[in-house]
T-cell receptor, first 112, second 115 residues
Framework: SQQGEEDPQALSIQEGENATMNCSYKTSINNLQWYRQNSGRGLVHLILIRSNEREKHSGRLRVTLDTSKKSSSLLITASRAADTASYFCATDALNQGGKLIFGQGTELSVKP | GAVVSQHPSRVICKSGTSVKIECRSLDFQATTMFWYRQFPKKSLMLMATSNEGSKATYEQGVEKDKFLINHASLTLSTLTVTSAHPEDSSFYIC???????????FGEGSRLTVL
């Protein structure tokens, strides 16, 4: 079954501000991944966080994972207009053969 | 990172015809490929898991006779939408990985419009 809820569904901020997106999931996982998608395009892998990790950084991205609450957050600091895109979390659940199940996504709009 | 190529990127067809979408791993051998479907402004819905040399495993609610998946080689999987109807219009995205828990690489997607 598909799983993963993200909030907010849409987020509009000004350039330079930080953007925080949250993801909740339902089952135990091997890892959780965040992806970005520009309109009508394929997916770009941003970051992977394993179930035994609590926080991970990559450039302006910071991801946290709380397995007790089955939730994750993606923080984009000092946002730019080019960060405008949809952001999805995806879970690699235990005993599911490595398939990724995607959350509903957050549509981020960064205004210059 | 590794490259996954999808073809065609856009296809328009008449209702009742069948359409084949190809997904190729260009610089690695993909033991597993996944097919997703995405409606406008919606998330990706997993349709099926395709393993080389064996039958695809379909997610609940996905018609296997409607969406035929073939993974005949380690670098190619195909999705055929049979007897397409307007409600099959969607964005189809494939992804591939080299081994069971390796990184998943995504194609650029194929936009199908059925008239």
């Amino acid at each position: 079954s598909q799983q993963g809820e993200e909030d907010p569904q849409a987020l509009s901020i000004q350039e330079g501000e930080n953007a925080t997106m949250n993801c909740s999931y339902k089952t135990s996982i091997n890892n959780l991944q965040w992806y970005r998608q520009n309109s009508g395009r394929g997916l770009v892998h941003l970051i992977l966080i394993r179930s035994n990790e609590r926080e991970k950084h990559s450039g302006r991205l910071r991801v946290t994972l709380d397995t007790s609450k089955k939730s994750s957050s993606l923080l984009i600091t000092a946002s730019r207009a080019a960060d405008t895109a949809s952001y999805f979390c995806a879970t690699d659940a235990l005993n599911q053969g490595g398939k990724l199940i995607f959350g509903q996504g957050t549509e981020l709009s960064v205004k210059p | 990172g590794a490259v996954v190529s999808q073809h065609p990127s856009r296809v328009i067809c008449k209702s009742g015809t069948s359409v084949k979408i190809e997904c190729r791993s260009l610089d690695f051998q993909a033991t597993t490929m996944f097919w997703y479907r995405q409606f406008p402004k919606k998330s990706l819905m997993l349709m099926a898991t395709s393993n080389e040399g064996s039958k695809a495993t379909y997610e609940q609610g996905v018609e296997k006779d409607k969406f035929l998946i073939n993974h005949a080689s380690l670098t190619l999987s195909t999705l055929t939408v049979t007897s397409a109807h307007p409600e099959d219009s969607s964005f189809y995205i494939c992804s591939a990985r080299e081994d069971t828990y390796g990184e998943l690489f995504f194609g650029e997607g194929s936009r199908l419009t059925v008239l």
